[in-house]
């Protein structure tokens, strides 16, 4: 399996693990040389915000991934973690109504859970 995939599935599994919400997957290959996939989740709360970003960081550290950067650990309203070939944005419900990543990102390709395939 090709790395970043492998990586999305991780975190997407990871993500679900700590009940995020509203987990979407695009595709960005193709629209931007920032990353391969984002992968956009919701958080109830900051403290569920920040355990589901704990997760994924021990869930890909396991398989030999490492974070280059996180951003907005402290206030955990949008936490954003660099992979390189993918980006992980983790918000509470707020902001991501705000931010609305999924309609600025349109031009990429939404991937459905089941074309991820994850166990």
Request: charged share 30%; glycine share 6%.
């Amino acid at each position: 399996m090709n790395q970043p995939m492998d990586m999305v599935k991780t975190a997407y599994a990871a993500l679900s693990d700590k009940k995020g919400e509203d987990v979407s997957v695009i595709d960005i290959r193709n629209v931007s040389v920032l990353a391969d996939y984002f992968i956009i989740a919701s958080g109830t709360n900051s403290n569920q915000v920040q355990a589901m970003v704990d997760n994924v960081e021990e869930e890909l550290g396991k398989k030999g991934y490492v974070c280059k950067q996180v951003e907005g650990y402290q206030t955990a309203n949008w936490i954003l973690m660099d992979y390189g070939d993918i980006i992980v944005h983790v918000f509470d419900k707020e902001n991501r109504l705000f931010y609305d990543l999924e309609r600025i990102w349109r031009d990429g390709k939404t991937i459905s859970v089941e074309d991820l395939d994850v166990k």
